[in-house]
């Protein structure tokens, strides 16, 4: 069973960092390519970032270039999303998502709020 499960989520004060991680088990985490996915209350999907299988490339949405950072480790099953000078519009529920077997995958979620 593929099975997706995020953690690290908070509320924090803007300005301040959060590391979010996601552990991935019931495939072959190691040679697919993955992504964090948000989304805000009311509003629609947004994507924030991609990793290669081999955590090669990364690719971020404008909105949090220079800011997050996406990394993985294959021998722990695990991708990871540091967020650094947070504002108060990262605030949204995240979640570590990926396509395979002909369809898109993604956990459960973690919150994040960004609020003074």
């Known amino acids: 069973e593929v099975q997706l499960v995020e953690s690290g989520g908070a509320m924090v004060q803007p300005g301040e960092s959060l590391k979010l991680s996601c552990v991935a088990s019931g495939f072959a985490f190691s040679i697919y390519d993955m992504s964090w996915v948000r989304q805000a209350p009311g509003k629609g999907s947004e994507w924030v970032s991609g990793?290669?299988?081999?955590?090669?490339?990364?690719e971020y949405a404008g909105s949090v270039k220079g800011r997050f950072t996406i990394s993985r480790d294959n021998a722990k099953n695990t991708l990871y999303l540091q967020m650094n000078s947070l504002k108060p519009e990262d605030t949204s529920l995240y979640y570590c998502?990926?396509?395979?077997?002909?369809?898109?995958?993604r956990g459960q979620g973690t919150p994040v709020t960004v609020s003074s």
């Open positions: 990793i290669k299988n081999d955590g090669g490339r990364t």
């Open positions: 998502a990926t396509d395979m077997y002909g369809r898109g995958w």
